[in-house]
């Protein structure tokens, strides 16, 4: 009987210790995916800044707007991949699906002034962009869906803090 009990009693310490190992797994696999998504969304947020700035400047040439949109568009595809799915809540999802026009908007308007000057490829933006007023509000709008997209997984880590407490 004492030989049954003290099976049972390691039996049940082996499951509680598995138990709190999957867990710690968890937790683990929870922040490197958030704090990768992090970096990234904090670096599309930098770069879509400095879009922002090149626009409402208005002075470089336009193929710096071209280069800045393909790493902007790259730096998003990186927000798309599988393994962040798995933690993100519903919330930031929604904002990263809701993103995927504005970047395109970005890609094509790099494209459209790139094209509109094939043969003088160090003319300034301001020589080329007529309504840049509006396409300053589509990029701030696209900024302050990142930026909730940044409080999301902010909030996401910060509730694993409190939960290892």
Not at 13 to 22: D, F, P, V, Y
Not at 117 to 139: F, G, K, P, W, Y
């Amino acid at each position: 009987m004492a030989s049954a009990l003290l099976v049972a009693f390691a039996g049940k310490r082996q499951i509680a210790h598995s138990t709190l190992i999957r867990e710690d797994d968890r937790r683990q696999d929870i922040v490197r995916v958030t704090h990768h998504l992090l970096a990234i969304a904090t670096d599309l947020n930098s770069h879509v800044t400095y879009f922002n700035t090149l626009l409402i400047k208005g002075d470089r040439p336009v193929f710096v707007l071209r280069e800045l949109a393909t790493t902007i568009e790259n730096r998003y595809e990186t927000l798309l991949e599988r393994d962040a799915y798995k933690y993100l809540p519903g919330g930031a999802v929604d904002l990263i699906c809701q993103m995927s026009g504005s970047i395109f908007g970005i890609r094509m308007l790099s494209y459209g002034l790139e094209k509109a000057i094939t043969d003088q490829q160090l003319i300034s933006i301001n020589s080329v962009m007529l309504n840049r007023e509006a396409q300053v509000n589509s990029v701030n709008h696209l900024l302050k869906e990142i930026t909730k997209l940044i409080d999301h997984l902010y909030e996401l880590r910060s509730a694993l803090d409190i939960t290892a407490d």
